[in-house]
């Protein structure tokens, strides 16, 4: 039977899958009607925004299928990961989303610091790079299965693999901001005007949107690293509590974005206002036709009886 506390758990992860599926959404549609302003960029933030849906999507089966069951099975021991598919999509999800992140703050390096090949560089090599992306992704989620089909593959293994291939991408951001960040500290003005001063300013500013983008992610999703490689170490050093907050944390992960784009990129604080405006000026008129509709049929019903 579960607890007062396993069901409080279960009504955040349905309100946090709730809320990633809503903000995602509303995230793929914005940046695909704002193409012309972020350009090639919007290719990675929609992908981005997908795979953090994906999240969103499987969470309430591998809460229905995985996680209940688990809050009631009394020997942590006996629990085992990776047991559905829908685990293992979630995976393919949240890695992926990393993987972006990493791949952002790359493009974000090439942009600030070369931004006259950055801004001749072909969809071809965004379109690869996002191939590549999923492929990655595909592989880490497919490694999961291999224990449940090879006895002979121990599952430590696969997480150590998986997440010292995430820890890289880490690596990866912090080192790419960190030359972002460099770089900005030793251009002088003369050599900002060379290069398109407006142009840069731009990049600088939707890099600083990324890399809060990227710190916020990282922080909600590191405690998870640390957590489910210990628990393949030690099974009992960690407490289900703990595992459950994590759960938490790793699900935030991929419904802060759409957040910070609100509070931090103009074109997407103000295309969501039209659109929240365009809507309820849709539900407005909509009541205002019903009612219409209703006083007319009344009419009509009152000069049926007065005949």
Not at 137 to 158: I, K, Q
Not at 169 to 176: E, N, P
Not at 227 to 234: K, P, S
Request: hydrophobic share 50%.
């Amino acid at each position: 039977m579960l607890k007062s506390i396993d069901i409080l758990f279960i009504i955040i992860f349905v309100l946090e899958a709730a809320v990633i599926i809503i903000g995602n959404t509303l995230t793929i549609f914005i940046f695909c009607t704002q193409r012309s302003h972020l350009k090639r960029t919007c290719f990675l933030l929609v992908n981005l925004a997908i795979a953090d849906l994906l999240v969103g999507i499987t969470e309430p089966i591998v809460l229905g299928t995985e996680k209940i069951p688990e809050m009631k099975v009394i020997c942590v021991e006996d629990v085992k990961r990776f047991k559905n598919p829908s685990s293992t999509v979630q995976i393919l999800a949240s890695s992926t989303s990393v993987i972006f992140l990493a791949l952002i703050s790359v493009e974000r390096v090439h942009a600030v610091l070369r931004p006259l090949q950055h801004r001749v560089t072909s969809r071809r090599f965004y379109i690869s790079a996002i191939i590549f992306s999923w492929t990655a992704g595909l592989c880490l989620a497919g490694s999961t299965v291999l224990p449940m089909n090879h006895t002979e593959v121990d599952s430590t293994y696969v997480i150590v693999a998986i997440h010292s291939f995430l820890f890289l991408c880490v690596l990866i951001i912090c080192a790419s901001y960190l030359t972002i960040r460099t770089r900005l500290h030793s251009v002088t003005p003369p050599e900002l005007e060379i290069h398109n001063r407006r142009s840069l300013d731009q990049n600088v500013r939707l890099s600083r949107t990324f890399f809060i983008v990227a710190a916020v992610s990282l922080v909600f999703w590191f405690p998870a690293i640390v957590v489910y490689t210990t628990i393949e170490f030690c099974n009992v050093c960690v407490s289900p509590m703990v595992v459950r907050t994590v759960n938490c944390f790793h699900l935030a992960n991929s419904m802060i974005n759409p957040f910070v784009y609100c509070l931090r990129m103009p074109i997407f604080k103000n295309a969501l206002k039209k659109y929240c405006s365009r809507r309820a000026r849709a539900i407005e008129s909509g009541t205002v036709h019903f009612n219409v509709k209703d006083e007319t049929v009344k009419a009509a019903w009152l000069s049926g009886l007065v005949g």
